[in-house]
């Protein structure tokens, strides 16, 4: 007969059975992420908007008393504009940003809805602007994102 082995290791129930848990799992956790991406986007876009480029301008206003001008635009955080006495930037350490959906920010100075400083904002996930979806520096009544 054959002689008894002492090899041990799982078999073939054992393993299916290891495998069927972690789908099981895997199956009541992907739900709850799913959503997620798309929440984070907006978080993201939100902190630009109302922290990390807002610092930024407020650094560039601090230093040149005026905002960059809407024709300067984000780049003036970056490279020196012409106008611009006493720049002491680059006042973003990388690149201008682009929202989370690969679209520019877009900044006018003065603002429409802040005429004494800037409007920033993103057209959110469809890339035009309205909808409900806009992350904007201002108060809108109707906004999510306040």
């Known amino acids: 007969m054959f002689p008894k ?10 393993l299916l059975l290891v495998i069927i848990i ?6 009541m956790a992907i739900p709850r992420f799913a ?10 876009a939100r902190a630009d908007v109302e922290a990390n480029i807002a610092i930024a301008l407020d650094l560039f206003e601090l230093d040149n008393g005026r905002y960059p001008t809407t024709e ?3 780049a003036a955080l970056r490279t020196k504009p012409s ?6 930037g680059p006042y973003l350490k990388k690149r201008v940003p682009v929202d989370p959906w690969k679209h520019p920010y877009i900044y006018l100075s003065p603002g ?32 999510k994102d306040k």
Do not use: C, M, Q
């Not at 959503?35 to 993201?44: C, I, M, N, Q």
């Open 5 to 14: 082995s002492d090899k041990k290791g799982f078999t073939f129930i054992e």
């Open 22 to 27: 972690i789908g099981v799992l895997a199956a």
């Open 35 to 44: 959503g997620k991406s798309e929440e984070a986007k907006r978080a993201v």
């Open 72 to 74: 300067e635009g984000l």
């Open 83 to 88: 106008e611009a006495v006493n720049w002491n």
């Open 112 to 143: 429409i809805h802040n005429p004494e400083d800037y409007d920033l904002y993103s057209y959110g996930p469809d890339g035009v602007e309205g909808g409900g979806d806009d992350i904007v520096n201002w108060e809108e009544s109707s906004s």
